[in-house]
C-alpha cells in the first residue's frame, strides 16, 4: 500500500519524470498534489503498469487531483545542459503549471536541483511508496507516449509509436543506418545496437 503523504504539515506535491533514457524526444515530468486522505488499489510506478491501465488511471489523477501539472525540456535543452539537469527543469516547469502552489515537493529519485525556496525531499523508488510521486509518474509517461507517437508518423522507420523513442535494438540499427532526426539526442552516443538495454523494460 501506498502512502499519501510523506509529510502533514504543509502542502505537498510529488514529482516524477518519463523519458530520461531515451535516444529520442523530450524529457517530461509531472507534479501533482493530491487530497491528504487519496488511495487507490491500482495507482502504482507507471513502469509496473500496462498502457490502458496507465490511461485509466491518468484520467482518475487528472478528476481527483487537487491540482496537476505536466512539462517537458526538449532535446535541444537536453543536449545543452544535459539529461540530469533537462529532468529537474521539467519538473520546475511541472510545478510552475500547479493551480495550488505546494510548500514541500517530494521527488522521485536521489537528487533535485531546489525549486525556489520550496523544501523538497527525495526518495529513491518514491513511485512505489507515495501515491503522489506515483500519480505524476504515470502524468509524465502518458503525455510523453502521446507525444513520440504524434511525431512517429514524421519519422516511422524509428519504430517511434512503439519504442517511444528508447534505445531498443531496432531504434538503435535505424540510428546507425540512417542518422539521427531533429528529435534525436545528439548528446546520447548510439553503440552495440545488439545489446538490450535496461531502458526497454520501461516501453
Not at 535541444?76 to 495550488?100: C, G, P, W, Y
Not at 517530494?106 to 525556496?117: E, L, W
Request: glycine letters at 4%; aromatic letters at 10%; a negative charge.
Amino acid at each position: 500500500m501506498l502512502l499519501a503523504r510523506y509529510q502533514h504539515e504543509f502542502i505537498e506535491a510529488g514529482c516524477d519524470e518519463a523519458g530520461r533514457g531515451c535516444l529520442a524526444g523530450p524529457v517530461f515530468a509531472a507534479a501533482v498534489i493530491l487530497p491528504a486522505d487519496f488511495e487507490h488499489p491500482l495507482l502504482n510506478d507507471s513502469k509496473q503498469l500496462n498502457e490502458d491501465t496507465r490511461y485509466l488511471l491518468r484520467e482518475e489523477i487528472q478528476r481527483t487531483a487537487l491540482a496537476w501539472g505536466v512539462a517537458s525540456c526538449c532535446n535541444k535543452e537536453i543536449d545543452t545542459i544535459n539529461i540530469l539537469n533537462a529532468s529537474f527543469l521539467a519538473m520546475h516547469r511541472a510545478v510552475d503549471q500547479l493551480s495550488i502552489r505546494p510548500e514541500y515537493l517530494i521527488i522521485d529519485g536521489n537528487r533535485f536541483n531546489k525549486y525556489g525556496t520550496t523544501p523538497h525531499f527525495c526518495i529513491v523508488e518514491g513511485d512505489a511508496k507515495y501515491y503522489s510521486i506515483a500519480a505524476a509518474s504515470i502524468l509524465a509517461k502518458t503525455y510523453r507516449d502521446d507525444y513520440m507517437k504524434l511525431i512517429a508518423a514524421e519519422h516511422p522507420e524509428y519504430d517511434w509509436h512503439s519504442n517511444k523513442g528508447y534505445p531498443t535494438i531496432k531504434h538503435r540499427n535505424m540510428v546507425l543506418q540512417n542518422g539521427h532526426t531533429p528529435y534525436h539526442r545528439l548528446s546520447f552516443k548510439v553503440t552495440e545496437p545488439q545489446l538490450k538495454l535496461k531502458f526497454e523494460e520501461s516501453l
